[in-house]
């Protein structure tokens, strides 16, 4: 058995088995994978390093996936698919990864071994686009032949389809309530619908002037952000009712891409432009906050917020850059792929997870950029500090409230102490004076000085006034 390679190459790995499997190794020094084949060959693009082979653990009753997974400790689990790879998104549990291919199948896999769980689902064309809605329960594909379906995230079962646009969808989104979902196409139109019903939602298609190639709701449900090709145009519409809001002229690729994010706030929006900008936008001023190059404009695609909004990936080609948000600092070296980037999601542990050709990467921070790593830990920290405080000031304020109310209740209370007390000394004076008046009168009657009393005779007037009528 005979390894290719260079001399180095194979001083290095003439002690490593060999292993006939297609998920292999990536480099120390560079993120371009080892790849071995069935028949035992070996072949690298750079010089790397000796390293030790782990294999990960043994599969479940859902595991679906044939081959045995190998990497190194702490390096990205590569995952080879069986066909191009178009689309990929993080589940809302961190913990799993679907993905979209040419052969029209959607796949789930494990984040931290790479292998794929439960059986595969066929949407019957190419898929183009996934999203996932943010309880984690619904996954939303959209085809080369314009028809949109709903998953079951858990049993994979198909919820709902329908026929969305008459050309293929090139995008789909689903809203923070996970209600509805918004699409775009080819047809140069955007439109929302119910992800329950598939019903359409808003009467009047979203009109564009050219292919709609990204569509994202912003983190409030209530706005929806497009991006053409040709005109030039980054678009925000009203999800309630579809009125267009403003455009800012910015020129996102012309392929499949992912060249829009919202800040949490829902009042800043990031769009990634053609020629390698990143532009950060004032949804509510209508202007341009910030601007900067990700020095490469080979096919940028796709940009994803890190960390709250504080920090941004963002991919030209086979590269991925890391940016802070406010300063527009690079953070840490750029990542370099064997294949271009078509797709990116980040993962709440912080995985970055890559798709491009039949391949997806699993990266996580923590091990490739430690820097990165521990500046979004800091920010996170830096967040979770500000939110306590804000409860407890609020938990403050709340107390002072508290008593306030307390103060309110018990002058209150006094009160009507004071008014019953008084009306009870009422009582008793009356009473005291009646009963005296009783026990006197009783005396009286003993001591014989109570004589009754005379009553007169009520006609006597009314006598003389007869007798001086006589007279």
Known sequence: MRISGDSAAYREYRQTPIIPHSINLIPTRACFPVYTSGEGMVSTGRPIERTMLTRTQES???DTSSSIVYRKESEPIIIDGQDDIFSVAVLADGKHIVSGDREGKIRRWRIEDGREVGTPMDAGSSVFTIAVSRDGKWIVSGTERGLVTVWNAESHSKVTEFK????CVCVVDVSPDATKIATGSDDRTARVWSLSTGERLLSDSLEHDHWVVAAKFSPNGCLIATATWARYSVRVYDSQDGSFIVEFPVQVHSTLNQSLAWASDSKQLFALSHDGYIHCVDVLTMTTLSKWHIRSS???????????????????GSLVSFWDTASQEQIGTVVEYSHNVRSMAMSSSYHL???????????????????????ILDSKIAHLEKTVQEQAESQRAANEEKDRLNEIIKSLR???????????ASISTESYVSLTSMSTRQQN??????????????????TQSRWSHSD
């Open 445 to 462: 009657r003993a001591s014989g000085t109570d004589q009754p009393r005379t009553l007169r005779p009520t006609c006597r007037l009314s």
């Open 353 to 375: 997870v890559t798709s491009g050709d039949m391949r997806i990467t699993l990266q996580a921070l923590s091990g490739t950029h430690p820097s990165l790593h521990s500046r």
């Open 414 to 424: 006094a009160g009507y102490r004071t008014r019953d007390e008084s009306s009870s």
């Open 164 to 167: 969305a646009h008459d050309d």
């Open 60 to 62: 479940t009753d859902n």
């Open 298 to 316: 080979n096919n940028p695609t796709c940009i994803t917020l890190i960390g709250n909004g504080k920090f941004i990936a963002a991919s030209a």
